[in-house]
């Protein structure tokens, strides 16, 4: 019986010395911070909806580069910057919301971590008058405790007693360590909140310049687009005004030609030099690759234009020679095409070069095939240096390339 009761007496002793060491423990402990690392998924939501709408942006910007190193449309280039102003907008509003939802998580966990801190002051308080009371009784006071007992089941009771207070220390020290940690946890939770909010300022203030800017450049490639249409508008019409003069200078040469050979309408008519078997072998007037094409065309102010002949480029000074023989019934400026030289052929058929530098024949003057006309000049600041080359039969202007050998 003696040595049950000292068993028991060692096994409290034990558990009291159990108690003082984690109490102690705890103290040691409670100077020490812990920072996790704390996961936002509304954060990280909102990151990859910011990370989806900034690459819809650079993919625009991407277009943007290639539609200005190419030929193109002026008004899908304004188009592409509407794209991306609305991207922008999306990216600020995104922004906003996000600010918001930051600025509330701060909000709570503020409120959170004061009432972690005032309940982990209390439980520290508990703690250290639990500490002071132990030091007072001392470690023997669990031994002369069970050892005053009077009868077993008085020190059952007792033991109980001293087993329950144990545990409760236990649970003390453990909810003590679980503040802490969440004090750890919410401080390091509200430092990565306003460092995000920081952040989410500074990326809003960037996109709201950014935003600004692309306005101007709106508002710049708007004002640029409607200059360009109006000089596009201005251009074409002095182009048909220069096709009405051409027309009617044919016209005239025609009719001029017709009295000569006798009644007009008279089934007479002169030989030309341009035959039908000449169809795909004339030589060119001069080598070079196609500025634009016979028939209509769309410019890059979206204004279409129709060419009644071809612009054959070539630099400046290039000489400019008869496609076959005829005599020069036109030499002078002639509206868009500048100086411009019309031979005619016989039998109806004209050739004419235009946007000539200079003209080398006179009027009248009969040439031959492959015989200098001029030279290549620039009447068209908006086109690089060219031949403007037609063929008319009878007057209505046909495709000249077709004509031409080896059609490019």
């Known amino acids: 019986m003696a040595w049950r009761g000292i068993r028991r007496e ?14 102690f423990g705890a103290l040691l402990l409670l100077a020490s911070v812990s920072i996790p690392l704390h996961a936002q998924d509304k954060l990280r939501s909102q990151r990859e909806e910011l990370d989806r709408i900034r690459q819809e942006r650079a ?3 991407r277009r943007m580069l290639e539609l200005r190193a190419n030929v193109h449309d002026l008004s899908e280039e304004v188009a592409n910057l509407n794209a991306r102003r609305s991207a922008t907008e999306r990216l600020v509003a995104a922004l906003d919301r996000q600010l918001a939802s930051i600025n509330s998580d701060v909000d709570s966990a ?6 972690t801190e005032g309940e982990l002051t209390d439980k520290r308080a508990t703690l250290r008058r639990r500490l002071v009371d132990i030091y007072k009784r001392g470690p023997l006071f669990t031994a002369q405790a069970l050892l005053s007992a009077q ?4 020190l059952i009771a007792r033991y109980k007693y001293l087993h329950t ?12 360590e679980q503040l802490r940690d969440q004090v750890a946890q919410e401080r390091d939770r509200l430092v990565h909140l306003q460092e995000a909010l920081e952040q989410n300022r500074n990326d809003k203030r960037m996109e709201e310049d950014n935003l600004r800017d692309l306005e101007r450049e709106r508002e710049s490639k708007l004002a640029e687009a409607q200059l360009s249409a109006r000089r596009a508008e201005q251009s074409l019409d002095k182009l048909r005004r220069t096709e009405a003069q051409l027309t009617s200078t044919i016209a005239s040469l025609e009719a001029e030609r017709r009295r000569a050979e006798g009644t007009r309408g008279s089934a007479i008519r002169s030989a030309s030099t341009i035959k039908t078997s000449d169809y ?8 070079g690759p196609l500025v634009y094409s016979y028939g209509k065309t769309q410019t890059a102010s979206n204004t279409t234009i129709r060419w009644n002949g071809v612009g054959i480029r070539a630099a400046v000074g290039t000489p400019v020679r008869a496609v076959a023989g005829g005599t020069v019934v036109s030499v002078g400026s002639l509206g868009t095409y500048g100086t411009t030289i019309i031979v005619e052929h016989g039998g109806g058929d004209y050739s004419i070069y235009g946007s000539l530098a200079r003209a080398d024949v006179t009027l009248r003057e009969t040439v031959t095939k492959g015989q200098q006309l001029g030279t290549v000049g620039i009447s068209d600041p908006d086109l690089p240096p060219h031949l403007h080359f037609e063929i008319r039969h009878g007057g209505p202007a046909v495709d000249p390339a077709s004509w031409l050998r080896g059609e490019r």
């Open 10 to 23: 060692r096994g409290a002793r034990g558990a009291g010395r159990a108690t003082w060491d984690a109490l």
């Open 59 to 61: 993919d625009l910007e």
């Open 110 to 115: 503020t409120q959170s971590m004061v009432r």
């Open 151 to 154: 009868s077993f089941g008085e």
């Open 165 to 176: 207070l144990a545990l409760h220390d236990q649970a003390l020290v453990a909810r003590v």
């Open 280 to 287: 795909g072998q004339l030589d060119w007037p001069v080598d």
